[in-house]
């Protein structure tokens, strides 16, 4: 394996790790923050959203939503160069899907 092949595997190893825990992290909001503000009175549950939406924002939840998106292009730029025909498609179709599932959303 050489130098590159083992640079884009470390890479997309930390992409995919990346994306794991971002996507945990989702599944937690819809599978019971969602649900818990669903059942209490609609201007509490607007009051906590927005304090949801103003504690998000920490590093714990910006390097890996951000650090997997700017990781996730970069190895869409770097695909056609670096990987395999087969793999190209791979990495450019995944970084789409992240980029424009976590970001489009």
Do not use: D, K, W
């Not at 640079?7 to 825990?21: D, R």
């Amino acid at each position: 394996m050489s130098a590159m092949e083992r640079m884009m595997f470390v890479l997309v190893f930390v992409a995919a790790m990346g994306c794991a825990v971002v996507g945990g992290m989702f599944y937690a909001f819809s599978s019971f923050v969602m649900r818990a503000l669903e059942r209490i009175a609609p201007e509490q549950g607007v009051a906590a959203m927005n304090s949801i939406n103003r504690v998000v924002i920490t590093p714990s939840f910006m390097i890996p939503f951000v650090g997997t998106a700017l990781l996730a292009v970069g190895l869409a730029v770097a695909a056609p160069f670096a990987s395999p025909p087969p793999q190209r498609a791979l990495l450019i179709a995944a970084a789409v899907l992240y980029v424009v599932g976590c970001f489009g959303v």
